[in-house]
């Protein structure tokens, strides 16, 4: 069953401008914007959970993992675009 979040987005979808809806009203629902960059920035200083590498044209996420031995905390990017 759809949640109220959903329902709501497609009620506003309905009017929509002819060219359709820009990033700004995904915004309004809790969208966020992925920053787009043309190197690699450092996982564990970068302060989003996603970046768009525009030089590969691929999005990345950033993935942490905690050694359960040393309570060590490691960071790096994962691509998560198809192409």
């Not at 959903?6 to 966020?32: M, S």
């Not at 200083?45 to 525009?54: H, I, K, S």
Request: charge should be negative; charged fraction near 25%.
């Amino acid at each position: 069953m759809p949640s109220d979040l959903v329902l709501t987005i497609a009620q506003n979808r309905l009017n929509a401008e002819p060219a359709g809806n820009d990033h700004r009203f995904l915004e309004l629902y809790g969208g966020k914007e992925v920053p787009v960059q043309f190197w690699e920035p450092d996982p564990l200083t970068f302060r989003c959970e996603y970046y768009y590498n525009a030089r590969l044209n691929e999005l990345f996420k950033r993935i942490c993992a905690e050694c359960h031995i040393t309570g060590r905390v490691d960071c790096y990017w994962k691509k998560i675009s198809v192409y």
